[in-house]
């Protein structure tokens, strides 16, 4: 506290409250090539539907990133998922296809700051994403009342049982467009051909006749709306008018939702004023609110037949310059080729820095010795505090009879040794409910799961192996089968972990190991995600006491800090026993000179049971047991 220079009184806290935090161990992570979604950045994905929504579904290219992160989901609720693509890839437009990767993207290299300010020859509209998938998509925008509904001028007449509408002094070309709905005799009937002023050709066949009749047109997506766009509250305090339109993104070639022409997203009464405000406040220029709220597209450009689009509101008259609907259909979306492995280490790059990303398990879908190598060398020998989990190469396991096991482990023998890595032994076949298919898929996006369940259902210390927590889901056969002991035995050995379906009692994940190749406690998952958990929680806790004096005081405080939390994992069977020492003897005046601090935490950490020997020995009956084991 300040020295007082007159009497008075000082009031101060001192926060002696501190405890040892909880850490997130259960979190997920994968990188690859997925049909939709933002690229080159980390989105946190919760369900396998949140999945879908996010990423699209799977298709031959990308069935092994997509099911190594369902089948993860299908155990924990947290996945980073981070997009990759080439160059190649690019997003559908009106114009001129593109590629812009995400939101920063957007904003940072396409668009500026003023309220017309577009994506350069991408035409009115792009889509949201990389990717074939936007070319399925169209941009209808009602631009004015009349467009949205109107009686078209001269009368019509059309047969029962017919298709085409013919009329007297109507003006077909003008009034409609292709796609309109128009209402004849009681009944609506989409346009599907204008052949001049007076004829048109309908979709459908006329049930009753007309004769004279007057005729209405009607917006294609008139019934996704409550009535036409007009002039908005904000307009009419400023005097202006016909600020509204309505838009909607369209599916219309069905690759979206399985059906041609299917409403995907509807924005009623947007203004095209620059400065308008909705009710509560907000934007409600047109690009803005679709800007911040679609899934599909971003604003491109200001169509040249909406007059005034763009402009402050004040005094102007806004609508189109013509009375119909305006339709944009994108382009030129393109995949893009399978990523390489540079693509797909810069994705990993993404996960590199703990302090911006909480990642446990970075899964490697169907990854090659390169890229398992960087993920380990480059991203968890360097976060320290997750497991890189991955599995053999598709051709050692699939269709490789006889020699799966000497082929893993020849993969395997590729890659460095250590304490922060998990290898399994193979592939499963599954089924693909998008695509109704079966596939292979590899293993370790469930044994990332399994890592993660045992979390939620005991500790992370916990072996996530054996009967009791190592069961795999979504199983339909194992596409290598470890069922000999043999087997098991040489991948064990080379800290492979074998899992085995076993008649009646499913499919197991047998093995605990990591890939140190060295004997230490760290060849084990539970010793080395106790770690984790230890050096992650306490270390996040003696942040707090950086800049502190090194004294009698602080390692006092260090150590009633950290002693209660390794009692509660003691407690929990995380370790047999512990040891903090932080005090002078390894707090010496150089130390303390050197403005460091040393807490030296000694761990006897627990281990899980991986062989059991059962002895059972026959005696005679006049034996007394105490002469053979001994006093019970």
Known sequence: MAFQVSPGVNVSEVDL??????????VGAVTGMFRWGPVSKRVLISSEDDLVGEFF??????FGEFFTAANFLSYSNALQVVRVTTSLANNAASTTAKQIKNEEDYTDNHVGASPTSGVSGAGDWIARYPGALGNSLKVVICPRPDAFSRTLSGTVAITANTKTVTGTSTKFTTQLVVGDFLYVGGQFNRVVTISSATSVTLLDRQVAAATSATAQKRFRYFSSFENGPDT?????????????IHVAVVDEDGTITGVPDT??????????????????????????????KSKWIWWANVPAS???????AAGLTFGGVANNAITSSLTGGTDGAVPSNANIQAGLDLLRDSDEVDVSFIMMGNSNQTNITYAINSIAEVRKDCLVCFSPLRGNVVDNLGAEATDIVTFRNLLPSTSFAVMDSGWKYQYDKYNDIYRYVPLNGDIAGLMAQTDRDRDPWFSPAGYNRGNVKNVVRLAYN????????LLYGKSVNPVVTFAGQGTVLFGDRTLLSKASAFDRINVRRLFIVLEKAISQASKFSLFEFNDEITRGQFVNLVEP????????????????VCDETNNTSQVIDSNQFVGDIYIKPARSINYIQLNFVAVRTGVDFTEIVGKA
Not at 232 to 244: C, G
Request: proline share 4%.
């Open 306 to 312: 909406l007059t005034n689009a763009g402009s402050a």
């Open 232 to 244: 908005s509250n904000y307009a009419n305090t400023v005097s202006a008018s016909l600020d509204e």
């Open 57 to 62: 579904k799977p298709d031959s290219n990308n």
């Open 263 to 292: 409403v995907l997203e509807v924005y009623p009464h947007v203004s095209l004023a620059s400065d308008a405000k909705a009710e509560d406040g907000s934007s409600n220029y047109y690009r803005d609110v679709i800007n911040a």
């Open 565 to 580: 939390f390794l009692r509660d994992v003691q407690g929990r069977s995380g370790i047999y026993d512990f040891r903090v």
């Open 482 to 489: 470890p069922s000999r002991k043999a087997d098991r035995d």
């Open 17 to 26: 409250t501190a405890v040892i935090p909880a850490v997130s161990t259960s």
